[in-house]
């Protein structure tokens, strides 16, 4: 998708090509991470650009804990918090701790597709059980695919691609289908992104055993900064667990978390972007699409609307919506065809100027 958009910005010029393939959030950090930013610059204390524990700095990680203890009742302790180069670190650090070779790891089709890259870096086998017809999970499938060598399953909600959010009563069915010594990996990067109030349960007060994958990426829109963390519930694994995923944020080539984020999500450990206008955006996009035709639930959390294609080969409508100046991703990147991923990450006014696009392309398709 990126190369066909950069080759249909040539063609067409940047103003009339509509790029929904890419979850980058297009909004700046909040203010108050910025001057935390500026802050950690101007003190410039002594030693803050070197190592640091493996772990991360030990303030940084009281602090973080402070927040899950608060948040989630559980008593997490600032040894249970180990500073990551965002989710995508916390996640392979983890696989890298609990992996041998042939192991398997759960996911829930339709699913992130660097979840196979994470679990194959450390020679995993992927085992993609299907959700049901809400994309919600179905416990006897998960159930039914569990083997020996199962290890973990990676959970995600709000969900990328499909924006739904799991409930309680959901989560607790799963856990009931996972037999020890299953580890859920919780990987919850658009956490404060949840509309109509949509209640986003806590995994690691549900699971009896979850560790959590938390990201500022999307929060505070820090993408490209690689700050994150990975939290592991007291009772979890304990020491050896704790000390292996330690270990393994040394040895996989990124070496730590980056410093002055350390210290900025110490400072701002709660600073979240305006969800409000990710869910205006999102009525915007679904209203339209729901009022010419096509079936575009709205999503419950992320910033993905996964509405179905109007044929079935949705690779051939996104070549259809390609033409109009649109760009998605179609569902069978994340192991669901028939269906294709909108990110709203795209300015507001960029969705109003695509809506005859998308009207043309449905025209065609049917
Ligand atoms: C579901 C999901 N997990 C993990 C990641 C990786 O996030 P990070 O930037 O925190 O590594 C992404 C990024 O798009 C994602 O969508």
Request: charged share 20%; glycine share 10%.
């Amino acid at each position: 998708m990126f190369e066909i958009g950069i080759q249909l910005k040539k063609e067409r010029g940047a103003e009339n090509v509509f790029d929904y393939s890419i979850g980058n959030p297009e909004v700046e950090p909040p203010e108050t991470v910025i001057a935390a930013l500026r802050r950690v610059v101007a003190e410039n204390r002594v030693g803050s650009h070197g190592y640091m524990p493996n772990a991360g700095y030990p303030h940084v990680r009281e602090r973080i804990a402070g927040v899950l203890r608060d948040r989630t009742g559980v008593p997490f302790g600032a040894g249970d918090v180990l500073m990551t180069t965002g989710a995508a670190g916390a996640i392979n650090v983890v696989l890298k701790s609990i992996l041998d070779p042939g192991d398997e790891v759960i996911v829930l089709n339709p699913y992130f597709p660097e979840y196979r890259f994470y679990i194959e870096n450390h020679g995993g086998k992927v085992v993609a059980v299907e959700t049901g017809e809400r994309f919600e999970p179905v416990p006897e499938r998960v159930a039914a695919a569990v083997t020996p060598r199962t290890r973990a399953l990676i959970l995600n909600s709000p969900n990328n691609p499909t924006g739904v959010v799991y409930s309680e009563t959901q989560l607790r069915a799963l856990n009931r289908a996972l037999p020890d010594p299953v580890l859920v990996i919780s990987d919850e990067p658009y956490r404060p992104l949840t509309y109509d109030g949509a209640v986003l349960p806590e995994a690691v007060a549900i699971f009896d055993r979850a560790v959590l994958a938390w990201s500022w990426s999307k929060a505070m829109a820090v993408s490209g900064e690689r700050i994150g963390y990975l939290a592991i519930p007291p009772g979890v694994g304990g020491q050896p667990l704790r000390d292996a995923c330690i270990m393994a944020n040394r040895i996989l080539g990124y070496i730590n978390a980056p410093a002055i984020w350390q210290w900025v999500v110490g400072i701002e450990p709660n600073a979240t972007v305006d969800a409000g206008a990710y869910q205006a955006k999102r009525d915007l996009l679904c209203d339209a699409l729901q009022a010419m035709g096509y079936d575009a639930p709205r999503c419950q959390g992320s910033f993905y609307v996964f509405p179905r294609t109007p044929i079935a080969d949705d690779i051939a409508f996104i070549r259809i919506l390609s033409d109009e100046g649109i760009l998605a991703v179609p569902g069978a990147g994340f192991g669901r065809s028939g269906y294709m991923r909108l990110s709203l990450t795209i300015a507001r006014e960029a969705i109003e100027r695509s809506l005859p696009g998308f009207r043309c392309a449905l025209e065609r398709a049917c």
